[in-house]
């Protein structure tokens, strides 16, 4: 059974970068599509980024578009959330999941759930 494992979290000031990763275990990651999502405070959680199982498509979230860059390793079985000019209400937990078909970058498609990175972004 696939198990994800987030890590790459933490505190920076607004403009810093961060790269989340995504572990994989238990499962060959190019079975799955991979989605980082994100929940803040008082908010539901929502799709930040997804990508395909090749890596050959992605999407993203309006408010992170040109700002935010999702790629995969599939022999080393991570994927990758680069993080560039953060903002303030990029502040959240951040998670991973799998899904079987690359669809819709929303949590309902997907399950397999990690157990979340903090991202804080603050003066």
């Known amino acids: 059974q696939l198990q994800l494992v987030e890590s790459g979290g933490g505190s920076v000031q607004p403009g810093g970068s961060l790269r989340l990763s995504c572990a994989a275990s238990?499962?060959?990651?190019?079975?799955?599509?991979i989605g980082w999502f994100r929940q803040a405070p008082g908010k539901e959680r929502e799709g930040v980024s997804c990508?395909?199982?090749?890596?050959?498509?992605?999407n993203y979230a309006d408010s992170v578009k040109g700002r935010f860059t999702i790629s995969r390793d599939n022999a080393n079985k991570t994927v990758y959330l680069q993080m560039d000019s953060l903002k303030p209400e990029d502040t959240a937990v951040y998670y991973c999941?799998?899904?079987?078909?690359?669809?819709?970058?929303?949590?309902?498609?997907?399950?397999?759930w990690g157990q979340g990175t903090q991202v804080t972004v603050s003066s």
């Open positions: 999941a799998a899904a079987m078909l690359f669809r819709l970058c929303v949590t309902s498609e997907y399950d397999s």
């Open positions: 238990g499962s060959t990651l190019d079975y799955y599509t």
């Open positions: 990508i395909s199982r090749s890596g050959g498509s992605t």
